[in-house]
């Protein structure tokens, strides 16, 4: 049976997506106020400072096969390293935070590099790194990228100019595509059956894989094209990388399940003679996440939790936010383990950090970073200051805010500190004047009203674009164009204000924002190329329960209002039985039958899968003989009428 990529979509969004940009549109040049505001950020910070710079070329050993063209098996494209190469002298153009070019430079370092003796990475092949251990007799491989081309274009490079021995394991050190979904352009799955290779991974990898974003799946990768400005091309004045790595790739997504779970807190293991000590480190950077130290080599791996950037603690794609708490701990955790044998720090991005005190210095201004952002938050909630509030008010002291690492090129300062405020209060800021506002698009043709009119409006606007206020000229216009968006004028206004505020931005991801917004304020909105991460090794790991809950989030609750439907589920190839019911608008599920059902079925996850993606019909399988029924398949159709498809390109910054 196959499944339609298009439909399928909807049940399975990843975090890190891979995109490339595609759309190639005309830009302004940057203001004289937004090339003052950047030039004053190298006033701010320590530019001079450049052993980074030191630091990214230390072990190179051979450039990116092809000169980092990736691809497919029908010729296609994948990925492109040449759309992230940034020179190391060129200054930074106007159209970009200086701060966030320095970053992209660093990033354009590539191709195969020596860590320490026995590990060694390719970096620059997708928006992770992927690491390769030397054990007695073969290779360990680390985080396998994105796309399984890419993930095989790094090790043949390897492999040119290591060794050719075996891969004998697999270590996914957390539960983001961007370290794990290229891991059959590694290994063969019937090695891995026959016991010859091990995939390691955290505890709750595989659930929280392929769960954590099915429920809002449709508006996470909606939200992460303008995150990682896939519907803008590459360029100074468009997509630059994502300051975590360069882009990212969208090859094909493949999953092979862990054979091995780290399952204690602590837990050592040897592979192929080399051992490795690990540490789980849950509900950090990702809910399923593991540190690990290879004693041979006194090589460390912090996973994502201690990058040359500073991280997100809520991801403005969306996500549920993180604990930060956890984090640090974490991070402390792994000093008192290692802290005073590691002599190689390598993560799944950016670059190593070398010497002992370097990588104690490196992991404690990072954790102090963490920690003085959490601690603040709620020093000063506890003062009374609101969410927003708390967004401006929390800076980092200059001993922090110095350090490169610590520089917000992914997450920022300022959503950091309003996501721990969500994490322990919520959205609401206690003044009851906003506890219940008015609908968006009636507070939109209010304030224009109160304002005086959209030609009154625009005035103020066009006021505070000429000062350089391109943020309240921005809020002011929202309200035009969501009250009105055939305006044109209003539309591109705003759009020249979101994109200087873009030009400005030193997180990459407030850039994809911002740019993406001003793109389809004057462009409108244009299907651009997203990958297909509802592959089949990623639907296949969808348990039955997973499959029905997303179904539960597609039903129309108010169509469904008047349903009362019972079917029983007998899956055969799992030897799992459900009951589900619609009624009062609500789909439930549990695992005993329903008393009186309407309909019993006996077929596979892959046909039930099929069923409700719309690959088949239950009509066709029962006249085939593929599957038994007991009672009315008219019942499962009438359910299947009663679930919505989700419309992918919605509208963001116009009204839906």
Not at 498 to 525: I, K
Request: hydrophobic share 40%; proline share 5%; with cysteine.
């Amino acid at each position: 049976m196959k499944l339609k990529p298009h439909t399928l979509l909807c049940l399975l969004c990843l975090p890190a997506l891979g995109m490339q940009a595609q759309v190639q549109f005309p830009t302004k040049p940057a203001t004289a106020f937004t090339q003052t505001a950047n030039n004053a950020v190298l006033q701010r910070l320590p530019f001079n400072d450049r052993s980074d710079f030191d630091d990214v070329r230390k072990g190179w050993i051979a450039p990116l096969l092809n000169n980092g063209i990736v691809l497919d098996s029908k010729g296609e494209t994948v990925y492109d390293a040449r759309m992230y190469r940034f020179p190391e002298n060129q200054p930074a153009p106007a159209s970009v935070n200086p701060a966030l070019w320095r970053q992209c430079q660093l990033n354009a370092f590539t191709g195969l590099f020596k860590v320490c003796e026995g590990v060694y990475q390719v970096r620059g092949l997708d928006i992770s790194n992927i690491t390769f251990i030397e054990s007695d007799n073969g290779i360990i491989v680390v985080d396998p990228l994105i796309s399984a081309e890419t993930a095989a274009d790094a090790l043949k490079l390897y492999r040119q100019n290591r060794t050719n021995k075996p891969v004998v394991a697999v270590i996914y050190t957390h539960s983001h595509t961007d370290h794990c979904n290229g891991v059959r352009g590694v290994v063969d799955e019937a090695d891995v059956k026959a016991g010859k290779v091990k995939i390691i991974a955290p505890t709750g990898f595989t659930e929280e894989l392929v769960s954590e974003d099915i429920y809002a799946g449709t508006a996470m990768l909606r939200r992460a094209t303008y995150s990682y400005s896939a519907v803008i091309g590459a360029g100074e004045r468009g997509n630059i990388g994502t300051g975590l790595g360069p882009g990212a790739s969208h090859g094909t997504v493949t999953l092979i399940l862990p054979t091995d779970l780290i399952t204690q807190p602590q837990q050592n293991m040897t592979v192929d003679g080399v051992e490795l000590q690990f540490l789980l480190t849950p509900n950090t950077e990702a809910p399923a996440e593991m540190h690990f130290y290879v004693p041979r080599y006194k090589a460390l791996c912090t996973a994502e939790n201690a990058c040359h950037t500073l991280h997100n603690f809520y991801t403005l794609r969306g996500a549920k936010t993180r604990n930060v708490y956890a984090w640090v701990k974490a991070l402390n955790q792994t000093l008192e383990l290692w802290g005073d044998k590691a002599e190689a720090l390598f993560m799944p991005h950016t670059w190593p950090v070398w010497t002992n005190t370097g990588i104690n210095k490196h992991i404690e201004d990072y954790r102090d970073a963490l920690k003085y952002i959490h601690d603040q938050t709620l020093h000063l909630a506890n003062q009374g200051y609101t969410m927003d509030d708390i967004g401006y008010m929390v800076q980092l002291p200059p001993q922090l805010d110095n350090v490169w690492s610590n520089q917000g090129f992914y997450g920022s300062v300022s959503h950091n500190a309003r996501a721990v405020y969500n994490y322990y209060l919520g959205f609401f800021n206690g003044n009851p004047a906003d506890l219940n506002r008015r609908k968006p698009l009636e507070r939109a043709a209010l304030y224009v009203q109160a304002l005086g009119g959209e030609a009154s409006v625009m005035a103020k606007a066009s006021e505070a674009m000429q000062k350089g206020d391109y943020q309240w000229a921005a809020e002011l216009l929202n309200h035009v164009v969501m009250n009105n968006p055939s305006n044109g004028n209003a539309k591109s206004l705003e759009a020249d204000a979101l994109e200087q505020m873009g030009y400005q931005a030193e997180s990459a991801t407030w850039r994809g924002f911002y740019l993406s917004g001003a793109y389809e304020l004057r462009n409108g909105v244009n299907a651009t190329k997203i990958p297909n991460t509802a592959s089949p090794d990623m639907l296949s790991s969808l348990t039955p329960t997973m499959m029905m809950d997303y179904m539960a989030i597609r039903l129309n609750g108010q169509k469904a209002a008047a349903a009362n439907i019972g079917i029983n589920l007998n899956f055969t190839d799992l030897s799992q039985q459900y009951g589900l019911t619609v009624k009062k608008g609500v789909m439930n599920y549990r695992s005993t039958p329903v008393a009186n059902a309407d309909l019993s079925i006996k077929l596979t996850l892959a046909q039930f899968q099929g069923l409700v993606a719309g690959a088949v019909t239950i009509d066709a399988l029962v006249k085939d003989k593929k599957i038994e029924v007991t009672g009315n398949t008219a019942r499962f159709n009438e359910m299947l009428q009663l679930m919505d498809n989700f419309k992918f390109w919605f509208n963001i910054v116009t009204p839906n």
